[in-house]
Structures are given as structure tokens and as C-alpha cells.
């Protein structure tokens, strides 16, 4: 969606689509405002409890029946199982997911790896071409002005092209983009917390070959889980950037973290905006 400054100031309904790597600021973004009237349309929740909800029961209850005691529960229909999945809490799509590795540290096989990453760009495609109901959901049934849609890190990678011209039709894309100290900080969060993430299949086996053959492994089983997500975190993060790069630049805008974190209201983000759309026009 393409806006002269002056338009997004006068858009009575503002529609904006937030693209950017897991912990540059999206969601604390959406949550300064929701206290504005805005829909926070989360694209992981959508994933989680719609598209990807029976797959991730089913893993639970899957570990769950490797205890006895919670076996013969489960058998007997004396407890069930359920997802606390919220806009807050979206740890279950992360299990889901899982990571690459040896099975005695809660790895997962290569076959079984590829399948759900596959699920889950699916579920993230469909979650994406759910936007427009959402925006009109969001008017006509909860009665909200705006809407936010926080897209996940990964939407970057899905390769398909009918899900960024759906969304720069109904929203404004706008990609926020780590800077170089933010970049430092985001590399180093996740090696110290490395979690599950989603590859592209081609890049996922490009650098599993190298991961492969510098720690010399003959196979997947063998691989240290968290090791591999943080050897490769940093080759990914820096694999994504010239693709929202392209994106913005074909259907958006950009700000950067730094200028994100002077906005603690409404109105800073909108002046944020308008600033963006001048910068490029």
C-alpha cells in the first residue's frame, strides 16, 4: 500500500502489517497499541491455535505417553490435554517446532525436522491471507478503529509471492529494521537462549552440510541441539535482512530500532510513520 505522508496521517483506519526478526520490538509495538483502539492481529497465535493446534496437541500428548503414570491417564480419559496458547504466551508453537538433533537431548530427526517446518510454512502462509477477514472482524464485530497485524520472523522466507501482494493491498508493510548495536544484542539473546526456528529448506540444507562437516558428524542424531541453533543464528539472521530489505523496498517502509525506541505512544508511532513514508517518497 502506497501513501504520501499526508494520506497515512489522514487515514481514519489505519491497517499496518509489522515486519522485522523475533525481538526487534514488534509485539511490545502492538501492545502500546492495543491501549489505542487498535486490533493486535498476532500471526504466531493464528498459527498456534488455528492452523497448528491438533498438530501440537498431538506432540504433547505424544511426550506425555512416554510416562506411565500420565500413559494410563490418558488411555483411561481420566485427564485431557490443552493448549494455553495466548498472544502472551505462544511457547507451545516453539515446541512444535523443535530442533534439529540428537533424540537424547529432545532433538529431533532430520525427516521429522523438515515435516514440521514444512507445516509450519503453511500455517504461516494461511495465517498471512487470513488478514483481510481479520481486518474486517476486527471493525465490524469487537468495534476497533485500527489494525496491527505482528507478522513472525520468518515471514521473510515463505517465498510466496501472493501473500506480500495480499497484504500490501490491504495493509501498509513496514519493516523494522535492527540496527548494527541491536544487531550485536539480538545475536547474542539467542546465544544464550537459543530457541526453535524456522529455515528455509534450501538454506537449512546448504548449512547443515558445513555445520556437518566442520564439527565432523556423520550423522543428524549426533548433532548438540542448542549448539546447532546457535551456530547458525547468526548466518540466518544475517541471510534475512536483505530479503526484508527487497521487500520494503518493493512494498513498504523502514524504520529502525533505534528510532522504535523513542515511540511510547500512538501518536509517536504514527509521526514515526509519516516520517518513513516521507523519507522514501
Known sequence: MNLSAQQFLDWDRKRITLLGMSGVGKTRLAFILRESNWFHFSGDYRIGTHYLGEAILDNIKLQAMQVPFLRDLLQSDSIYICNNITVDHLKPVASFLGKLGDPNKNGLGLEEFKHRQRLHRGAEIATMHDVP???RKAREIYGYQHFINDAGGSMCELDDESVLEDLAEHTLLLYIKASKQD??????????????LYYREDFLDEQLEIYMAERDLPYVAL??????????FPKLFYARIPRYDAIAKKYGYTITTEELATVHSEQDFVELIARAIARKT
Open 183 to 196: 544487531e550485536k544484542t539480538l545475536i547474542s539473546r539467542a546465544e544464550k537462549a537459543p530457541k526453535p
Open 133 to 135: 477477514l481479520f481486518i
Open 223 to 232: 548433532i548438540e541441539p542448542d549448539d546447532f541453533v546457535r551456530w547458525i
